[in-house]
């Protein structure tokens, strides 16, 4: 059986935000940009090979992860350096992929339960 962890009680204010953060990690193709990121700091051109997304799409979901902070943009030159803001982007992706490779037990984890 699992332990339960203390997740912070907040306000609604800060669990809209908490949902937007959700929904922004919502498709695989940030999924792949910021697992890149979590690897290596990176340009678009790079990301783009990368991931096999185009450069176009990669620029599209850069300026969308950028816009909720998960991703910063350093200049060298005349390139543009994309990077994760900090680690606490990186531990909840690996949070979510290890969650999704725990194998089905029947019961929730948080509270011992048959499942439905």
Sequence with gaps: ???????????????????ELFKMLGTASRLRIL????????????????????????????RVLRGINLVTVSRSGRDAIYSLSDDHVAHVINDAISHT???????TAAHGKEKS
Excluded: F, W
């Design 1 to 19: 059986m699992h332990e339960c962890l203390h997740v912070y009680v907040i306000d609604d204010v800060h669990l809209e935000k908490v949902a």
């Design 35 to 62: 697992t890149e990121l979590a690897n290596e700091p990176s340009s678009v051109g790079s990301l783009a090979e990368s991931t096999r997304l185009s450069q176009p799409l990669v620029s599209q979901h850069l």
């Design 101 to 107: 490779q725990e194998p089905a037990t029947g019961t």
